[in-house]
């Protein structure tokens, strides 16, 4: 069996984009990748949004894959224990690269920048989950939905 590439998304607060795309990829890349998420910006431990919550659940995301969530601030063992880490927008890899300078090879910004959505309406979350899903099968080669 061979170890399943291990991935950490990272946006501000760790309440939408980054534990959404990490369900994406749980849902859709189980089979060779191992997803987590973290923030430059937490302040506390909080569950996923209610909004991207609803928005994962009604796209058919396993609910495993998500309300489990709870926000948590990058680290420097978070940086060293993942493969790949993936800035949501050029801003957050920023972030990255100067508190983490030693792992800055492994920082890739999302494919089309996911700016915050948070306290949007739930058009956006619906809107964001599209464009989540479309840059996590272009960035990791899915091609089959399950």
Do not use: W
């Amino acid at each position: 069996m061979t170890e399943k590439t291990k991935v950490l998304f990272v946006c501000s607060m760790n309440t939408c984009r980054s534990p959404m795309a990490a369900a994406i990829l749980a849902q859709f890349g189980s089979d060779k990748y191992s997803a987590s998420s973290a923030g430059t910006f937490v302040f506390g431990s909080l569950p996923i949004g209610k909004d991207a919550a609803f928005t994962l659940e009604s796209v058919g995301i396993e609910k495993y894959n998500y309300i489990p969530h709870r926000s948590r601030p990058i680290t420097e063992a978070l940086m060293k224990e993942n493969d790949i880490v993936v800035a949501m927008t050029s801003g957050h890899k920023d972030v990255l690269d100067r508190l983490f300078p030693e792992y800055s090879y492994k920082v890739k910004v999302f494919p089309e920048e996911i700016g915050d959505f948070a306290r949007g309406d739930i058009v956006k979350y619906q809107l964001a989950y599209v464009k989540l899903k479309k840059g996590i099968f272009e960035m990791f080669s899915l091609d089959e939905e399950k």
